[in-house]
């Protein structure tokens, strides 16, 4: 498991039988991108390092997650904006190209995968290029997979490519779900409940007091 400051990741390698299962996890992980820093990091290995302009082609998939933070997304079929809650999905062979705002910069987990049966979901119409992004709001249940994927990736235990494999089936269940039901209404109160969760797991060793929470997102302490 490489680490650093800002960021937590792991390429992954598949056996024969891995394959014969239908789904293969490539890589998974998390990198945190303060405003103004280079993008991409240089430590990342040549195969997956990309310059923002050109843009890249992947032969995998990959499901990103953006949690904090804002950026844009551009592929053959348009431009996003890409604000936290935000989930995009990069498809084998398709151009691509994202980056944090400098103003912002993000916080994103990642998840890569392939195989017949995504394959399979991708040619039963589930998910389209056309239709890359997906704005589920701020999910604690997926920010939990994307953790424990990355714990698993990081042991490396019998089988620990088949968990994997169901990380990827839920998170990209959950984006269709969280997607269609998702209310721009309700989405501003979802998110700082959502948040405030986040905040709360991140430092249980320091426990925030309901008004440091409040003022981290921003609302009074009465609102929230």
Known sequence: ???????????????????????????VGFQRVDPDEAYPSPIHPRGYYFDVVSGRVLDEYQLIYVVDGEGTLRTESGSYRLTAGTMFLIFPGGWHTYRPSPET?????????????????????????????????????????????????????????????????????????????????????????????????????????AQQIARRLNVSYSWF
């Open 105 to 209: 910069g993000w916080s994103a987990y990642w998840i890569g995968f392939r195989g017949r049966v995504i394959d399979d979901r991708v040619g039963g119409g589930f998910f389209s290029g056309k239709s890359p992004v997906f704005r589920i709001g701020l999910s604690p249940l997926a920010v939990d997979i994307y953790r424990e994927a990355l714990a698993v990736a990081g042991r490396e235990d019998p089988c620990y490519q088949q968990v994997l494999c169901g990380a990827v089936s839920l998170l990209m269940g959950l984006a269709l779900n969280r997607s269609r039901r998702e209310k721009p209404s309700d989405g501003v109160v979802r998110d700082k409940i959502a948040r405030a969760k986040l905040m709360m797991i991140d430092n249980l060793s320091e426990p925030l007091s």
């Open 1 to 27: 498991m490489d680490k650093s400051d800002h960021s937590e990741f792991k390429y992954l390698v598949a056996n024969e039988s891995d394959h014969r299962w239908g789904i293969t996890a490539t890589s």
